[in-house]
């Protein structure tokens, strides 16, 4: 599988906040779910690759050329959706979409104005008038109507409710069975991610901790129960997160053949993404 998205050394240094040498690839075909909590790095990662942020140090490559160079041509390959839509709010849907479409050679209208059949979208609104939902299906409209390669997504289903959240994975995964077609996806909500992501990377205080397949993550790792009077000092040791109450615990261990060999009684069970994110910027938690 090629690489379409090469960012290696990115540094971002707001005094209060950095990004330190943030470094990774995205592969064609795939769905990358970039996951952290709030104020992690995650929209400051995307905004140095994007070029909306002065980023310190770094190269950010897109189909193997430098995208700061190659502005014009590559930011046809990039559909984007942001958390905070970026929208002149007094404009309506079709002011703003006569904006933003003529900065794209391969737009196309009637792509866009399919979407905006699909969404029930009414041109003639004010984008101020709608709602948290019907703002990110219009800005998903303008993402996708431009045959872009690689769909970057900023949260793109914070603060909605399930079936909204529910469609857009859905326009996700039907964008992604084109062929040459990449997602970048970025969340807190990694319970999204479990249903769609094929590749994870963590970040967390603008680091990257885990970078690596899904499946592979979530069969490596597990979430472990059973009689707190199973823990001594030596088998804490393969935890990365323990919590405990008084007569039970659960863990989660990238260890499962050791902690079966070592600790009879107890159970294992898969995890989730957040189990596995939880457990890497957690660390360990005091009694319950």
């Not at 400051?44 to 190269?59: C, F, M, P, R, Y």
């Not at 885990?210 to 009689?227: A, M, S």
């Given at each position: 599988?090629?690489?379409?998205?090469?960012?290696?050394?990115?540094?971002k240094d707001y005094g209060a906040f950095k990004l330190n040498d943030v470094s990774f690839s995205l592969q064609e075909g795939c769905i990358t779910g970039f996951i952290g909590v709030n104020g992690a790095g995650k929209t400051t990662t995307i905004k140095s690759i994007l070029g909306l942020v002065l980023k310190d140090a770094g190269s950010v490559k897109l189909f193997g050329k430098e995208i700061e160079k190659?502005?014009?041509?590559?930011?046809?390959?990039?559909?984007?959706?942001?958390?905070?839509?970026?929208?002149?709010?007094?404009?309506?849907?079709?002011?703003?979409?006569?904006?933003?479409?003529?900065?794209?050679?391969?737009?196309?209208?009637?792509?866009?104005?399919?979407?905006?059949?699909?969404?029930?979208?009414?041109?003639?609104?004010?984008?101020?008038?709608?709602?948290?939902?019907?703002?990110?299906?219009?800005?998903?409209?303008?993402?996708?109507?431009?045959?872009?390669?690689?769909?970057?997504?900023?949260?793109?289903?914070?603060?909605?409710?399930?079936?909204?959240?529910?469609?857009?994975?859905?326009?996700?995964?039907?964008?992604?069975?084109?062929?040459?077609?990449?997602?970048?996806?970025?969340?807190?909500?990694?319970?999204?991610?479990?249903?769609?992501?094929?590749?994870?990377?963590?970040?967390?205080?603008?680091?990257?901790?885990?970078?690596?397949?899904?499946?592979?993550?979530?069969?490596?790792?597990?979430?472990?129960?059973?009689?707190?009077?199973?823990?001594?000092?030596?088998?804490?040791?393969?935890?990365?997160?323990?919590?405990?109450?008084?007569?039970?615990?659960?863990?989660?261990?990238?260890?499962?053949?050791?902690?079966?060999?070592?600790?009879?009684?107890?159970?294992?069970?898969?995890?989730?993404?957040?189990?596995?994110?939880?457990?890497?910027?957690?660390?360990?938690?005091?009694?319950?």
């Amino acid at each position: 599988m090629s690489n379409v998205l090469e960012v290696n050394g990115l540094k971002k240094d707001y005094g209060a906040f950095k990004l330190n040498d943030v470094s990774f690839s995205l592969q064609e075909g795939c769905i990358t779910g970039f996951i952290g909590v709030n104020g992690a790095g995650k929209t400051t990662t995307i905004k140095s690759i994007l070029g909306l942020v002065l980023k310190d140090a770094g190269s950010v490559k897109l189909f193997g050329k430098e995208i700061e160079k190659n502005e014009q041509e590559l930011k046809n390959y990039i559909g984007v959706v942001l958390d905070e839509g970026c929208f002149y709010e007094e404009m309506t849907l079709k002011e703003m979409k006569n904006v933003i479409a003529p900065a794209y050679t391969n737009w196309d209208e009637k792509i866009f104005r399919n979407y905006i059949n699909r969404f029930d979208l009414n041109l003639k609104q004010k984008i101020s008038t709608l709602s948290k939902g019907m703002k990110m299906k219009y800005s998903i409209a303008l993402a996708l109507s431009h045959h872009a390669d690689l769909l970057i997504m900023d949260e793109p289903t914070s603060g909605l409710d399930p079936l909204i959240r529910s469609e857009i994975l859905d326009i996700v995964l039907e964008f992604i069975r084109e062929e040459g077609k990449s997602v970048f996806f970025s969340t807190h909500i990694t319970s999204d991610l479990d249903k769609i992501a094929d590749m994870l990377i963590l970040i967390d205080k603008g680091e990257i901790l885990l970078n690596e397949e899904k499946d592979l993550i979530l069969d490596t790792y597990g979430v472990v129960k059973g009689d707190s009077n199973l823990l001594n000092d030596e088998n804490r040791k393969l935890f990365l997160n323990i919590k405990e109450s008084r007569y039970n615990f659960e863990a989660i261990t990238n260890r499962k053949n050791d902690v079966r060999k070592h600790m009879d009684g107890v159970i294992i069970e898969r995890p989730t993404i957040e189990d596995v994110m939880l457990a890497h910027i957690g660390g360990d938690r005091d009694a319950i």
